[in-house]
């Protein structure tokens, strides 16, 4: 379609680029006006009445997609670039988000900053003490340290993960890091039962904001396998024939911030998801103990 209505135009409609041989608009015969309309309408018409798939959905996950399924586009903010940094690699190289190709970004996990190489200040370290405390505190006063009391406000298990429990009205909610709703709860399987570890924030259409500087580095998450509900939730697998049985294909989630409710080996804004049974037990401790010196 696109080709053919190309060619149609180039042979009958567009004016000579050359000057010298331009002729006034005036001039161009009635008759080729027509022309370039019955082949425009040509194309049109031959396009409804073919059964190619050129205007069947795309499936492809590599493609460009319409600004809403594309979650975040690279920062155009001269003074406060962003950097990105692949997280599985950990080369700890920061490069310009900006001048990455979202296609060529493989499989994982990548992290944000706009403060690369930066040591925090102690008013952003203080920033991230309270950003923790406030986190937990709001958790508790709601009783979602009980995962049965987080289901039953609406929380439930995301697709194909047994960590993250998501509230759906808070993901589409338009805020973003307001702590009395945090959009991800994150529960791990132990000896005790389902414990709350910790929190995620997402930033749905902007920027994860960076209230602590440095130490608060969001990331996202690039998978050409799932498929996502508004391109945002993962709620499905494509299939072998790159198509989406529900939701939309998509390259980049949305950015995400962990905060750990206990010190996390990487920091308690950590990317990595992955605790170990001893980091496990000694998080327990330290959030337990933590719960005991606030009664």
Same mark, same amino acid.
């Given at each position: ?86 997280? =599985?690699?950990?080369? $700890? ?7 990455? @190709? #979202? ?5 994982? &996990? *990548? ?53 993250? =429990?998501?509230?759906? $009205? ?7 890091? @307001? #702590? ?5 709860? &994150? *529960? ?108």
């Amino acid at each position: 379609m696109t080709t053919l209505l190309n060619i149609g135009w180039q042979m009958m409609c567009q004016l000579p680029t050359n000057p010298a041989r331009a002729r006034p608009f005036a001039k161009i015969s009635v008759m080729r006006i027509i022309k370039c309309l019955l082949v425009t309408l040509s194309a049109v018409i031959f396009s409804g009445c073919s059964d190619t798939n050129d205007d069947t959905e795309s499936h492809d996950p590599t493609l460009s997609f319409p600004d809403y399924r594309m979650i975040n586009a690279p920062s155009t903010d001269p003074d406060m670039p962003w950097y990105i940094n692949s997280y =599985f690699e950990r080369d $700890e190289r920061w490069r310009f988000e900006a001048s990455t @190709n #979202l296609n060529s970004l493989k499989l994982g &996990m *990548y992290e944000l900053t706009q403060y690369p190489y930066q040591e925090p200040t102690q008013a952003q370290a203080e920033a991230a003490s309270k950003l923790v405390q406030d986190s937990f505190d709001i958790v508790e006063r709601n009783g979602w340290l009980s995962k049965e009391k987080a289901l039953s406000d609406g929380y439930e298990k995301m697709y194909g993960d047994p960590v993250h =429990f998501v509230n759906v $009205e808070y993901v589409f909610d338009g805020e973003t890091l @307001n #702590l009395e709703k945090p959009e991800v709860l &994150m *529960y791990y399987k132990t000896r005790e039962g389902d414990f709350l570890m910790g929190i995620m924030f997402l930033a749905i259409g902007e920027r994860g904001p960076q209230v602590a500087g440095p130490l608060t580095e969001w990331h996202f998450h690039i998978d050409r396998r799932m498929c996502y509900e508004r391109g945002v939730l993962p709620i499905d697998t494509i299939d072998d024939r790159k198509s989406c049985g529900k939701g939309v294909p998509n390259i980049r989630s949305p950015e995400m911030l962990h905060v750990w409710f206990f010190d996390h080996p990487d920091g308690r804004f950590a990317t990595t998801m992955g605790l170990s049974e001893e980091v496990l037990n000694f998080g327990i401790r330290q959030i337990n103990e933590y719960q005991e010196q606030r009664r």
